[in-house]
């Protein structure tokens, strides 16, 4: 009995986070194309029929451009809050809309997830965790501020997908305009400004 997670794409090109048991899989955001997740999962030997939910963490294009295609394909309800939703430019079906709130875990087949607020320049960002079968995982993108939510839910799991996308050097010699890198630089998008060491798994694709 274990989980298995796989890091389908991670940055500012797109996001997606794929966890399954044996049964059923959910993907954490989906910010790359249908056509590419679809090549991605092939490649792991992964089958998208098996996703049973999309969780969106918040409405940037490099977390959702994927969703609406793939739920439309597969017939998958996408888990969004409203904020999220009416902040976005996804056109889903309504039949496949599924809210969801703070604190409060879903339950999809055999998986728990856990969804969190977290600290990002977005209309209503969160994190998540999912677990399953004794082993529970973390979904932490675009950090901001390493706060007391992302501390207690970062010690009680197994391993978590740590992303943050920041370098002062690469931003401030990169091609970015300059109201797009002091809006990095402000701490609520992608900076990841850790005073301590922490240890981290960012996978491809492991089996726990």
């Given at each position: 009995m274990s989980l298995f997670i796989a890091s389908l794409n991670s940055g500012s090109n797109g996001n997606c986070y794929f966890v399954s048991n044996e049964e059923e899989a959910v993907l954490i955001d989906a910010g790359i194309s249908c056509r590419e997740l679809e090549k991605r999962m092939s490649r792991l030997g992964l089958l998208p029929g098996k996703i049973k939910a999309i969780f969106v963490s918040h409405e940037h294009t490099d977390h959702i451009s994927g969703i609406k295609i793939l739920s439309k394909k597969y017939r998958i309800p996408v888990y969004i809050t409203e904020n999220t939703l009416k902040n976005s430019s996804l056109k889903l079906q309504p039949e496949l809309v599924r809210s969801f709130t703070a604190n409060t875990v879903v339950t999809i087949g055999g998986l728990s997830i856990h969804p969190f607020s977290k600290d990002h320049d977005a209309a209503d960002p969160y994190s998540f965790t999912v677990e399953g079968n004794g082993v529970k995982i973390a979904i932490l993108t675009d950090i901001g501020k390493v706060c007391e939510r992302v501390v207690e839910h970062f010690k009680a799991c197994h391993a978590a997908f740590?992303?943050?996308?920041?370098?002062?050097?690469?931003?401030?010699?990169?091609?970015?305009?300059?109201?797009?890198?002091?809006?990095?630089?402000?701490?609520?998008r992608g900076i990841c400004p850790i005073s301590r060491p922490w240890i981290f798994l960012q996978a491809t694709a492991l089996n726990l």
């Open positions: 740590l992303e943050a996308n920041y370098d002062e050097d690469m931003l401030e010699n990169g091609g970015y305009p300059v109201y797009l890198k002091n809006r990095i630089r402000g701490g609520e």
